[in-house]
């Protein structure tokens, strides 16, 4: 379906008009959402972890809304208000530019930088621009939107670069710990721990990635009757009678960038969506639905994935601190040596779970955006051949996705519960910061 999509905007874009008629083809919003679902494309063929893909999202949508904001003086930059984010480079006066154009130059130019896969990007880019040349764009504004493009693209990756992401590529590994209470590797792959230092992060809005401690994990015992193991019980005695709408729920929800199959002694894997990338389609989805132009569909995306960006780092700080121990692990030793999840587990400790922070956090983001009762169709999981679910509001479907942890068999309540006030706190937070910038007031009264 997105191969005749972007058949049809190239189509459109190199169809002779009249003078004038560009501009119209090259603002029409469809650009941006072809852009970002390339680049999604792009991070699951090159199978990016969850946190890896929000600090792609992120960089590559600020440096899409900040080419596009010039375009229209009401949207209020990032600057100073993003950490390490300085004033981002002006359009030079006097020289005519389209901004939506220099957003989705900046996109690719960020996305492609960020990615391994940087050909698929070049060659999507290579054909989108040649129709842009061909819709009848004067050559000077061609050529001083795509420059500036890729200088606001130059200019994020500077900033990019002083996140502490390359050093955390040579951080120690995790080491596993004896402790019975600690994440243990889980079957088939026993892969090793994904991100051990992702807490290291230069945050975007957050104050550091403790900010928002969630309240403490159940107190790990193997005693039959202590609280563990009710949760632990809970869990083994849900999987065992799952419905079939549970069991859609889970799937649909998977998330799973790296699932590992096993046929006799074939082992391959399969690839699918990150969480936030999820939460990232919701927001096409979102958009295009409410029709919103450039300018606002480029904002939108820019907070959706700073909130996402925010909340794994977040997440994952509490995740390498309780180091709390997986559903299959605790069943497998202690109630049932045979027992399964419906889902294949994550490579990384289990609380808090980090679908039901990142689910939080981006419904509080897109319904300050679009407003409560925002009922939409998810078709996210359609090209993974799972249907579409429709969702009454933001909030209704992040509250699934968060409890398709426990049916899925990979999470236990606590972590899903106090997973969902997490990120609901920083959704709070990062949306009040978002819109005290973009209306210029003081954002000393949001609250922590």
């Known amino acids: 379906m997105r191969i ?34 390339k680049v999604t494309d792009v991070i699951v063929y090159d199978i990016f972890s969850p946190p890896v893909a929000s600090r792609i999202y992120a960089y590559m949508t600020v440096a899409g809304y900040e ?5 229209n003086t009401s949207y209020a930059s990032l ?52 129709g842009v040349r061909s819709s009848g764009i004067p050559g000077e504004v061609y050529a001083n939107s795509v420059e500036y493009g890729r200088k606001v693209a130059a200019y994020i990756l500077a900033w990019a670069a002083k996140d502490h992401y390359k050093e955390t590529r ?24 994904v991100e051990p230092h992702w807490s290291e992060m ?79 389609n919701i927001t096409s989805v979102a958009c295009q639905k ?14 959706v994935s700073i909130v996402i960006a925010d909340a794994f780092i977040s997440c994952w700080d509490e995740k390498y601190r309780s180091k709390a121990i997986r559903p299959e692990t605790y069943i497998n030793q202690y109630i049932s040596a045979d027992w399964m999840p419906l889902l294949q587990t994550p490579p990384f400790p289990e609380y808090t779970s980090g679908h039901s922070v990142v689910s939080a956090c981006a419904a509080v983001v897109l319904t300050k955006l679009f407003g409560e009762g925002f009922a939409f169709t998810d078709s996210t999981e359609v090209e993974f051949g799972i249907p579409p679910r429709r969702f009454v509001s933001f909030r209704q479907a992040a509250e699934e996705a968060a409890i398709s942890r426990f049916y899925g068999g990979i999470h236990f309540k606590p972590a899903i519960n106090y997973g969902l006030e997490e990120g609901d706190r920083i959704g709070k937070f ?11 007031l003081q954002a000393a009264s949001c609250k922590r």
């Open 79 to 130: 600057a100073g208000n993003l950490h390490g984010l300085g004033n981002v480079p002006a359009p030079e006066a006097g020289r005519p530019c389209n901004y939506s154009l220099a957003a989705v130059q900046a996109i690719l130019s960020v996305g492609k930088a960020l990615v391994i896969s940087e050909g698929k990007v070049e060659a999507f880019e290579t054909q989108l621009m040649a």
């Open 202 to 280: 230069r945050t975007f809005l957050l104050d550091s990635a403790r900010q928002f401690v969630p309240h403490p994990p159940t107190p790990f015992s193997a005693e039959k009757g202590s609280a563990f193991y009710q949760d632990a019980l809970e869990v083994y005695d849900a999987g065992l009678k799952l419905t079939e709408e549970q069991k859609a729920v889970a799937n649909f929800w998977d998330c799973n960038p790296f699932k590992m199959n096993v046929n006799g002694h074939l082992m391959f894997a399969t690839k699918k969506i990150s969480p936030g990338g999820h939460w990232i």
């Open 67 to 71: 080419a596009a904001r010039p375009g």
């Open 170 to 193: 040579s951080e120690p590994k995790y080491d596993l710990s004896n402790d019975a209470s600690a994440w243990k590797p889980t079957p088939p792959a026993y892969m090793k721990a």
């Open 290 to 303: 409410a029709g919103a132009d450039f300018i606002r569909s480029a904002e939108a995306y820019a907070w």
């Open 4 to 37: 005749v999509a972007i058949a049809v905007l190239l189509l459109v874009l190199a169809l002779p008009g009249q003078c004038g008629d560009w501009k119209t083809r090259v603002e029409d919003p469809t650009l941006i959402h072809e852009c970002v679902k």
């Open 430 to 440: 990062v949306s009040c910061k978002l819109r005290a910038a973009s209306c210029k």
